[in-house]
């Protein structure tokens, strides 16, 4: 190993007399920033941005809820009191379990929309998600979670020190607990790498090259689960069932999901919205103008 990424765990910041948890914090901000995306987007084809910030907040609680309660259910062992299953400031979300429960609980407010509006804001609420999520990692890259085992790969870190989440137990393949000096996979920075390449491609497809409705959708699932599904071999703490932790077997469940959504949703929406354009762009009499394409 010539070398690996320097790692000291940060899970307090602290400005002058005020110490913020850093992974509450970046919570916090992931969903301030994916909110005010989302608002934005949604704006631009007709829904009130009060109207996304209200469903957005729905979901966050949902997802925030199924999120922990995965997590806690996955995770019997780190729970000593009533306190530690509300702890969330101190880390513990499990992606899945939130990204589920908020799909449940957002699908009949996206059924209410028509059906061009509902893949639009489909497709701005997973650039949302992406960046929400990216900011999130960040949290958990502070407090130490989702640590795999020793590795000289390329993005490896050199664990120097810090409270950590994960490592205090040996891991069920008998490699020691995590010791400073250690190089291991964090798999906390591999997935904010990917959240972050993939949204520079979702917001390309959105703003630059105005692709046809389900298409940021499609590629969201089927990225994201590809990624994730490859990552979480990486991690040496998750509870597995059959050799895949949870969320493994969602990803066999998006995957082919997303598949769908580009292969047959999408020519289909991208026929249905040249129907509707088409009288418009022709000039028909006593028919307004259509709206103008998102600005880059």
Known sequence: MIAAIPYTTFPEITLGPLGLRTFGLMVALGVVAGSMVAARWGERWGVPADQTISLATRLVIAGV???????VVTHLDRIDGPIDIIAVWEGGLQFSGGFITAAIVGLPAFRRWARTTRWRMLDGSVLALTIGAAIGRIGCYSVGEHLGGPTGFVLATRYDGGQTREGANPLRDGVPPLEVGQVVHNTSLYELVSLVLLG????????????????????????????????DFFRAYDETVLGLTGA??????????????????????ARAVAAEEAPLSSGTPGVAPPPSAPSP
């Open 248 to 269: 493994q077997w969602m990803c066999l469940a998006l995957f082919p999901v997303g598949v769908a959504v580009l292969v047959v949703a999408r020519p289909r929406l």
């Open 200 to 231: 520079l491609v979702l917001a390309w497809l959105l703003y630059r090259r105005r692709a046809s409705p389900g298409t940021a959708l499609g590629t969201f699932l089927v990225w994201y689960s590809l990624s994730r599904f490859t990552t």
């Open 65 to 71: 809820i199924g999120a922990r309660l995965t997590w």
